[in-house]
C-alpha cells in the first residue's frame, strides 16, 4: 500500500482538461510545499512535470499545472494532447525520506 | 547535458550478491543527492534511499533499511546501490534520480537497470 493516496486511472479527450488527485497526510503533503509530480510512459524512465507543489522544470509545457489543499494534492493537464497519455505519480517529503504514490494511468479518449 | 548512466541489467541467483551502478556527468555530482527508486513489474514507485555524494551521508527509507546499502564514489561520480544476499522478490527495475535536496523533485533520471532474480 502505497504512502500517498492516487486514484487508478484517469480519462480525458483530447483538448479537455483532466485533474489528478494525491492524498497524503498532515506529515507529508499538509506539512511539506516538496510535492512532485511525474510522468512515465511505457518501458521508459520517470520524467518530473512539476517540483514544490506547482513549479516546472524547464521543457515541460505550461499545460502542466499542480497546486494543493491541505493534505491533498492535485495536477491538472490542461488541452490533453495524445502524447499526455502515461502514468502519473506524486510524492512528497516526510521529513528525512520521500513517499510515493500507488500511480494513476492517464488514458486519452 | 547533465545525465545519469546506469550499469546494464542483471540476471543473478537467489542469495547471490549484487552492486548495481549510477554515474553522473555534466555536472558538479558532489553539489547533488542521487536517490535510488524501485519499480516491481507493473507496478508502481518505490523511494528507497538517497546519498549525498560529497560526505556519502545516506537516508534510508523504513522499508529498505537493513535490505540493501547505498554507497558513492566522488572520484568517479559514481553511486551504488548494493544487496548481500538477493532474493526472488528484489526483482525490479531500479532508477537513480537526481535531487538538488532531498526534498525536491528529481531529474534526471538513469534510463533503470532491470534486475532479475531467479532459480
Known amino acids: 500500500q502505497s504512502a500517498l493516496t492516487q486514484p487508478p486511472s484517469a480519462s480525458g479527450s483530447p483538448g479537455q482538461s483532466v485533474t489528478i488527485s494525491c492524498s497524503g497526510t498532515?506529515?507529508?503533503?499538509?506539512?511539506?510545499?516538496?510535492v512532485s509530480w511525474y510522468q512515465q510512459h511505457p518501458g521508459k524512465a520517470p520524467k518530473l512535470m512539476i517540483y514544490e507543489v506547482n513549479e516546472r522544470p524547464s521543457g515541460v509545457p505550461d499545460r502542466f499545472s499542480g497546486s494543493k489543499s491541505g493534505n491533498t494534492a492535485s495536477l491538472t493537464v490542461s488541452g490533453l494532447q495524445a502524447e499526455d497519455e502515461a502514468d502519473y505519480y506524486c510524492s512528497s517529503y516526510a521529513g528525512n525520506k520521500v513517499v510515493f504514490g500507488g500511480g494513476t494511468k492517464l488514458t486519452v479518449l | 547535458e547533465v545525465q545519469l548512466v546506469q550499469s546494464g541489467a542483471e540476471v543473478k541467483k537467489p542469495g547471490e550478491s549484487l552492486k548495481i551502478s549510477c554515474r553522473g556527468s555534466?555536472?558538479?555530482?558532489?553539489?547533488?543527492?542521487i536517490a535510488w527508486v524501485r519499480q516491481m513489474p507493473g507496478k508502481g514507485l518505490e523511494w528507497m534511499g538517497v546519498?549525498?555524494?560529497?560526505?556519502?551521508?545516506?537516508r534510508y527509507s523504513p522499508s529498505f533499511q537493513g535490505q540493501v546499502t547505498i554507497s558513492a564514489d566522488k572520484s568517479i561520480s559514481t553511486a551504488y546501490l548494493q544487496w548481500n544476499s538477493l532474493k526472488a522478490s528484489d526483482t525490479a527495475m531500479y532508477y537513480c534520480?537526481?535531487?538538488?535536496?532531498?526534498?525536491?523533485?528529481?531529474?534526471?533520471w538513469g534510463q533503470g537497470t532491470l534486475v532479475t532474480v531467479s532459480s
Open positions: 546519498i549525498d555524494p560529497g560526505d556519502s551521508d545516506v
Open positions: 534520480a537526481r535531487h538538488e535536496k532531498i526534498a525536491a523533485g528529481g531529474t534526471p
Open positions: 498532515s506529515s507529508d503533503v499538509g506539512y511539506y510545499n516538496y
Open positions: 555534466g555536472y558538479s555530482f558532489t553539489n547533488y543527492w
